[in-house]
């Protein structure tokens, strides 16, 4: 009897002890299910919408780029990775990577590597923090760079679905309101002095299949700046055609061509002054020619591709005088220092 008695008390003790095993395991899953959902809830819509907007390119100029997202979580349900593909032409334009996550602060680093096909450095890669609350709900983001205080953005108001609607750049001091369309698109920018009274706005129309078709910006001092878009059969980016007024002489047209990576092959800007520049990119090599006047020669300068930067450097400088006859060339290393020095 006794035997029995020790027995069953050992079997009671097993099946306490998996009892709480299984409920430490549907703890864990709770937790587990509960902050992926909170994160897919609060945190990505708003990771979406502020890292879909164009870096402040000549091409898109802040509007917000058409693409699909990826995300990968890590075994806490956290975001891991995020990556932004473009539909028109196919491929990667963003990818975000999430770390050191501080449970107690709220806070995670980011990595964000941006593809630029039509700029002069193919890459930018930016480092960031972020703040969010008790329910994955961002209020602010920090730039951080090296040797240097970072850049404050603090998300003021968001909407029902998470998209930002004000924030508050804190190095400049001034505000930003945004207003979308239906598919999220940023349809209104508006930049807001420190009493919230409107300093500039922009606006923006999309294709049917999500690409930016036109942009117009003005200012409180009557500047502006607009351009339409026009795409190929395929929805790639064509060319661009643009007109402007920032005062001071600063007024003409613009006309950017496309090849098909959407890189821009081409850019001719005419003054209302009578001077121009004209951009050519060949792939490998990028010449940039400013006129004086009709095919009168100011300045020349000339960059070309490094495959182990990924970038392009400045290897090249070339004066003309008044009358647009060659006055010196000026050539340069990797490091931007003048190298030899070539008298006319």
Same mark, same amino acid.
């Given at each position: 009897?006794?035997? &029995?008695?020790?027995?069953?008390?050992?079997?009671?003790?097993?099946?306490?002890?998996?009892?709480?095993?299984?409920?430490?395991?549907? @703890?864990?899953?709770?937790?587990?299910?509960?902050? +992926?959902?909170?994160?897919?809830?609060? &945190?990505?819509?708003?990771?979406? #919408?502020?890292?879909?907007?164009?870096?402040?390119?000549?091409?898109?100029?802040?509007? *917000?780029?058409?693409?699909?997202?990826?995300?990968?979580?890590?075994?806490?349900?956290?975001?891991?990775?995020?990556?932004?593909?473009?539909?028109?032409?196919?491929?990667?334009?963003?990818?975000?990577? /999430?770390?050191?996550?501080?449970?107690?602060?709220? +806070?995670?680093?980011?990595?964000?590597?941006?593809? #630029?096909?039509? @700029?002069?450095?193919?890459?930018?890669?930016?480092?960031?923090?972020?703040?969010?609350?008790?329910?994955?709900?961002?209020?602010?983001?920090?730039?951080?760079?090296?040797?240097?205080?970072?850049?404050?953005?603090?998300?003021?108001?968001?909407?029902?679905?998470?998209?930002?609607?004000?924030?508050?750049?804190?190095?400049?001091?001034?505000?930003?309101?945004?207003?979308?369309?239906?598919?999220?698109?940023?349809?209104?920018? =508006?930049?807001?002095? *420190?009493?919230?009274?409107?300093?500039?706005?922009?606006?923006? *129309?999309?294709?049917? &299949?999500?690409?930016?078709?036109?942009?117009?910006?003005?200012?409180?001092?009557?500047?502006?700046?607009?351009?339409?878009?026009?795409?190929?059969? %395929?929805?790639?980016?064509?060319?661009?055609?643009?007109? &402007?007024?920032?005062?001071?002489?600063?007024?003409?047209?613009?006309?950017?061509?496309?090849?098909?990576?959407?890189?821009?092959?081409?850019?001719?800007?005419?003054?209302?002054?009578?001077?121009?520049?004209?951009?050519?990119? #060949?792939?490998?090599? =990028?010449?940039?020619?400013?006129?004086?006047?009709?095919? +009168?020669?100011?300045?020349?300068?000339?960059?070309?591709?490094?495959?182990?930067?990924?970038?392009?450097? /400045?290897?090249?400088?070339?004066?003309?005088?008044?009358?647009? %006859?060659?006055?010196?060339?000026?050539?340069? %290393?990797?490091?931007?220092?003048? @190298?030899? @020095?070539? #008298?006319?």
């Amino acid at each position: 009897m006794k035997k &029995f008695i020790f027995l069953f008390s050992i079997l009671l003790a097993a099946m306490s002890s998996c009892s709480d095993d299984d409920s430490i395991i549907e @703890t864990e899953t709770e937790n587990l299910t509960g902050t +992926k959902n909170l994160i897919e809830l609060n &945190f990505i819509p708003t990771i979406e #919408n502020y890292f879909s907007k164009d870096r402040g390119t000549v091409t898109y100029r802040s509007s *917000t780029r058409s693409g699909n997202w990826i995300h990968k979580f890590d075994d806490k349900g956290r975001l891991l990775k995020s990556e932004l593909l473009e539909k028109y032409p196919s491929r990667i334009l963003k990818e975000i990577i /999430f770390s050191d996550y501080d449970s107690e602060e709220n +806070k995670v680093s980011l990595n964000v590597t941006t593809f #630029n096909y039509f @700029t002069l450095a193919r890459l930018d890669s930016e480092s960031y923090e972020l703040i969010f609350d008790e329910s994955y709900i961002l209020k602010s983001i920090t730039s951080k760079y090296e040797n240097e205080p970072g850049e404050v953005t603090v998300f003021e108001k968001l909407d029902d679905n998470k998209r930002i609607v004000l924030l508050k750049n804190g190095l400049i001091d001034e505000y930003v309101g945004y207003e979308y369309d239906e598919q999220g698109n940023i349809l209104k920018y =508006i930049v807001y002095d *420190t009493e919230l009274v409107v300093k500039s706005t922009v606006t923006y *129309t999309y294709t049917e &299949f999500g690409d930016l078709e036109s942009y117009f910006f003005q200012n409180t001092q009557g500047e502006f700046s607009e351009a339409d878009y026009f795409y190929r059969s %395929d929805n790639t980016l064509e060319r661009l055609e643009g007109s &402007f007024d920032y005062g001071s002489e600063n007024a003409g047209n613009n006309l950017f061509t496309y090849a098909n990576d959407e890189s821009y092959i081409k850019r001719i800007t005419d003054y209302e002054n009578g001077e121009s520049e004209i951009y050519i990119n #060949n792939g490998e090599q =990028i010449i940039v020619e400013y006129y004086q006047s009709y095919e +009168k020669l100011a300045h020349v300068y000339e960059y070309s591709f490094s495959e182990s930067e990924g970038k392009f450097y /400045f290897v090249k400088y070339e004066k003309y005088d008044e009358n647009g %006859d060659l006055d010196y060339i000026e050539y340069y %290393d990797e490091d931007g220092n003048v @190298t030899e @020095t070539v #008298n006319e």
